[in-house]
């Protein structure tokens, strides 16, 4: 079993709509959560990080987490074709919290 | 703002040729990362390291190794390039300070010929 899943899309949704990424996770003991951009040739760049059950606002953005369902997901609010990217979940896999599993990402496409 | 830096953007090499890639962070971060990423595949961690002179395997360590002799530095070395490590490498560092976020390095392509 994979440890972290996404669909890898695309995912297509006009300008000003909501995208939802989802991505799903194996290991209970994860506690840390993050999502990347990342586009294309670029390396990746954080967007959000969530650690508790609930939701995390930042700006267009809101990340949520559900441990007892392993899942977190990724809205983006008012999506811009800027906004057109690979997004990766990643999750911590180890008690120290520094060890990193990537999800093989979700490619977002913003229609004009 | 963290910088992570890689000493080259692109690099082709010859099959056999001893290779290395250079990662140097300036945020006094105690920990660094080596991945490689390809189509279809994703990120995979090849070694990573706590510490100055530690390190440990990733999920993808063969064929690879790596140096930290200093905490700014850590280094992959590829000790006989093959075709099959044609590929983006990217270094990322972290701290617990920091909520254990990675950033990352702008890349280097390589091309083993």
């Known amino acids: 079993q994979k440890e972290v899943e996404q669909n890898s899309g695309p995912l297509s949704v006009p300008e000003g709509a909501i995208a939802s990424l989802n991505c799903t996770y194996s290991?209970?003991?994860?506690?840390?959560f993050f999502w990347y951009r990342q586009y294309s040739g670029k390396s990746p760049e954080l967007i959000m990080s969530?650690?508790?059950?609930g939701d995390k606002e930042d700006g267009r953005f809101t990340a949520q987490l559900n441990k007892a369902s392993q899942y977190v997901s990724l809205l983006i609010r008012d999506s811009q074709p800027s906004d057109s990217a690979t997004y990766l979940c990643?999750?911590?896999?180890?008690?120290?919290?520094?060890?990193?599993?990537f999800g093989p990402g979700t490619r977002l496409s913003v229609l004009p | 703002d963290v910088k992570v830096t890689q000493s080259s953007r692109y690099l082709v090499k010859r099959t056999g040729e001893k290779v290395f890639l250079e990662c140097v962070q300036d945020?006094?971060?105690?920990?660094m990362f080596w991945y490689r990423q390809d189509p279809g595949l994703g990120l995979r961690l090849i070694y990573f390291?706590?510490?100055?002179?530690?390190?440990e395997k990733g999920d993808i360590p063969e064929g690879y190794s790596v140096s930290r002799e200093k905490k700014e530095r850590f280094s992959l070395i590829l000790e006989s390039a093959s075709t099959n490590q044609t590929s983006m490498y990217l270094c990322?560092?972290?701290?617990?300070?920091?909520?254990?976020?990675?950033?990352f390095g702008p890349g280097t392509r390589l091309t083993v010929l």
């Open positions: 390291s706590y510490d100055v002179k530690m390190k």
């Open positions: 290991d209970r003991g994860s506690q840390s």
């Open positions: 945020m006094d971060h105690e920990n």
């Open positions: 969530i650690y508790s059950n």
């Open positions: 990322a560092s972290s701290a617990p300070t920091s909520g254990d976020t990675q950033y």
């Open positions: 990643a999750v911590n896999r180890d008690n120290y919290g520094q060890n990193f599993v």
